[in-house]
């Protein structure tokens, strides 16, 4: 897993009303709500002769203004509607379109910048929201760039319009309670021109201009904690919403939840900590039997009484990241069917083998589709980061 530091962030929510009245003219009069600079603008150490540097201000909430560079001969209007096809989601809400921009000029890209509130107890990672938008704005999605500066995250999609294709760079940005999203679009027949441009433009220029004091979404997560074998305490941090389940009896520590906000998802997630004498081995084999005992500890303290069989739907995987600080790690996907009558449920295990305890996780939720769906996977991989960013730092603390 890739691990990353963020700068501290505003620990205020989000005022919408702010967002959508506060873009202050910093421009000539009548000019758009954009300060710009010349063209010329370099980026990331390359000379772009075709950018100009933007800066947006958010009046009574600075934690968001930014600076970034954006191709120039835009005309930049300011919009300020309502973008409410991901409000099902749940994962975020007072979504407004703040600019577009165009060009009468042919082969040059449109952008749009958007605003929008993020729900603690329904947050979802960046390329979650991404790959979201790109579910209503794109046909089909490209490629993933799951981090770069700022600790972003980009989206490339594709959608036709008339039947031509127009290729389409989803980049999300959070900062505390709040994500900014800059969309681009630019016709296939410009695209292999323009596509790194606008990388490097609008992926490597993001600068929050103004410091902060602390992040918003972390205050508002519950602080856990489990002891492991070696006496030692691993913390952790979990959204609210997520209520504790006692654990039937494990011979090792177990720590698990469900998800109270989403009651027709019937999702829980374990946390393990199995002692490396109890397991006799950390081979491979010895780690999927692992995955699958601590999976049906989940469903046996979850639903107790609920009868299944499994079906292996992806085969292990390592987890990025993770093969720094331990001996090995696989993650293991799997569907579960149910005896007689009753939904299909997915379910992920991860282990990994570290000094002195094997720490794993695993997870369990009833097939959804739909938008409201895929707001509750979202938020699931979510969660799953934050125990999985937990582990990784536990690890990293028995190197020292």
Do not use: C
Not at 114 to 129: H, Q, V
Not at 354 to 363: C, D, V
């Amino acid at each position: 897993m890739k691990t990353r530091t963020r700068q501290r962030y505003d620990m205020r929510r989000l005022a919408l009303a702010a967002l959508l009245t506060g873009l202050l003219l910093a421009a000539a009069p009548g000019a758009p709500a954009l300060a710009q600079a010349a063209s010329g603008t370099a980026a990331a150490g390359k000379d772009v002769v075709d950018a100009t540097e933007l800066t947006i201000e958010v009046q009574d909430e600075r934690s968001l203004d930014f600076r970034i560079l954006v191709p120039s001969d835009l005309t930049w209007v300011r919009t300020q509607a309502e973008e409410n096809r991901f409000d099902e989601s749940g994962t975020v809400r007072d979504m407004r379109q703040l600019f577009v921009a165009e060009s009468d000029k042919p082969g040059l890209p449109t952008l749009a910048v958007y605003a929008a509130e993020i729900p603690p107890e329904r947050a979802a990672l960046e390329i979650g929201y991404g790959m979201l938008f790109a579910s209503v704005w794109a046909n089909r999605v490209d490629s993933v760039d799951r981090l770069f500066d700022e600790g972003g995250a980009g989206i490339m999609a594709s959608r036709e319009v008339n039947g031509q294709t127009k290729r389409m760079m989803i980049n999300v940005w959070r900062r505390g309670l709040a994500i900014v999203v800059v969309r681009a679009e630019i016709d296939d027949a410009h695209a292999a021109v323009w596509i790194p441009r606008l990388e490097e433009m609008l992926q490597k220029s993001m600068v929050f201009v103004n410091e902060t004091l602390g992040d918003a979404l972390e205050a508002s997560m519950e602080r856990h904690e489990m002891t492991l074998p070696s006496g030692q305490v691993m913390p952790f941090l979990m959204p609210p919403g997520w209520k504790p389940v006692k654990p039937v009896k494990a011979g090792f520590p177990a720590v698990m939840f469900e998800d109270s906000t989403y009651p027709e998802g019937e999702r829980a997630v374990g946390v393990f900590a199995v002692p490396t004498s109890v397991m006799q081995e950390t081979s491979p084999e010895a780690v999927d039997q692992a995955v699958v005992d601590t999976s049906d500890l989940l469903l046996r303290s979850f639903k107790p009484g609920l009868k299944y069989q499994r079906e292996r739907v992806e085969m292990p995987y390592t987890a990025p990241g993770f093969q720094d600080v331990a001996a090995l790690n696989a993650f293991f996907e799997e569907r579960l069917m149910p005896d007689g009558e009753g939904p299909e449920r997915d379910a992920l295990g991860f282990f990994a083998a570290l000094p002195g305890s094997i720490l794993g996780l695993s997870t369990t939720s009833v097939q959804q589709t739909g938008m409201r769906g895929m707001g509750a996977r979202m938020h699931e991989h979510f969660v799953r980061e934050q125990l999985m960013t937990a582990m990784h730092a536990y690890g990293k603390s028995q190197q020292r």
